[in-house]
């Protein structure tokens, strides 16, 4: 049996391979480009937690935490021939797609960026899914991380996944529209859709695990070892979530700053939580598992942004951090009271209770970042979005000189 997991160098995917490996000997194959790395060190930023080559963290976690069945591919998943050549090779029985240029800030800078966005992600999700075709691999359980963000802000209680859609007093089930507000989580809707085709045409087992905004920096592997087991740390404006982003604030000496009221609700899942659902997936018997199309939303509660800001003063004041919460105007057009409701029951029966609440969440972040206080004080101008704005500037003036 082999698994395949893409995005393995990511803050999602190096913990989930290192789950899968450590509770299965059967082979564990890594895939990735480094275009995080790279991504994140365009708009001059850098991980909080430093990462190490990926041949010092597969090697780490041998020695730490005895996993031996892990092996890493360098490659890029928009190649139609590198695709071809990994799945004829490893022939997965479970791939986990958890590799895609994630930010939405990024995706909005401007056409390049988000053309590139799309074709990135889309590209490397029809070339899985056509391989799987093409190579007779119709069995393997396809497991994508896409987003919450698919389903935008509705007023009515998000379900987990499709919708009723009543027309002339007739009923059916719909997959839910997309509602996305970004040229990135426009990418996750297309990815839905192109996977419920692949299922429907191929008869693909598919599992659309829609993530939520994820906090932490710790499971259960990567405290097993020193820093090469850790996860990454991205505190910017265009890869640091919102949470990620207040604590980096707070440990620079910043006020954290909530846009208008914040009284907005938005869905939040800790990393261990969120890496203990894809492994359940990933782990579980072929001939249990459900041989359909399933929608998780992967998410434990919804949390407002002032909540948010709150507690990580409440957890920073812990830490000898004093913490101001101000609020701005929002330069952005949303609800600021908007009550998310979200159902979450498939995603629940897999990880059981919830193993983190925020607050023990946003405690390990301030355990790990008070290690990188200088790394994230190096880099506090990337709070704010600019660096790729004034590129943006400056090469327009010069096509106008």
Known sequence: ?????????????????????D????????????????????????SAVPIRPMDERIGA????????????????????????????????????????QPSAPYSQINGERANYTQHNNLQATRNLLW?????????????????????????????EGGATMEN??????VPFPAMAGSW?????????????????QFDIPVSDVRTAIVYGTETAETRAGDYHLKTRFDFDYYFGTVAHRFCAQAVAGYPVTVYGKGEQRKPFISLEDAVEGLAQLALADPETRPDDFAVYNQVTRAISIVEVAETIADVAAEFDYEVAVEHFENP???????????????????????????????????????????????????FLPGVLEEQNEQTAAEADD
Do not use: C
């Not at 405690?363 to 990188?372: A, G, N, P, S």
């Open 1 to 21: 049996m082999t698994t395949l997991v893409t995005g393995a160098d990511g803050y999602l995917g190096w913990p989930t391979a290192l789950r899968i490996a």
């Open 23 to 46: 509770r299965t000997d059967d082979r564990v194959v890594l895939v990735d480009n480094f275009g995080r790395r790279e991504w994140v060190g365009e708009i001059g930023s850098t």
């Open 61 to 100: 976690a041998k020695s730490r935490l005895g996993t031996r069945n892990l092996s890493f591919v360098e490659g890029d998943l928009t190649d139609k021939s590198f695709v071809d050549e990994l799945l004829a090779v490893h022939e997965p029985d479970t791939v986990v797609h958890a590799a895609a």
């Open 131 to 159: 391989g799987l075709e093409e190579h007779d691999l119709t069995d393997t359980h396809f497991i994508e991380t896409t987003t919450t963000g698919v389903y935008g802000a509705p007023e009515f209680p998000i379900p």
């Open 168 to 173: 002339q007093g007739e009923r059916d089930e």
């Open 184 to 200: 990135y989580h426009l990418t996750k809707s297309h990815d839905a859709a192109n996977m419920r085709l692949a299922h429907k």
């Open 332 to 382: 952005r057009d949303e609800d600021e009271t908007h009550k998310m409701e979200i159902e979450n029951d498939n995603y629940a029966g897999l990880i059981g209770e919830q193993a983190q609440t925020f607050e023990e969440g946003v405690r390990d972040i301030f355990e790990t970042l008070e290690q990188y206080e200088d790394t994230i004080t190096a880099h506090e101008d990337r």
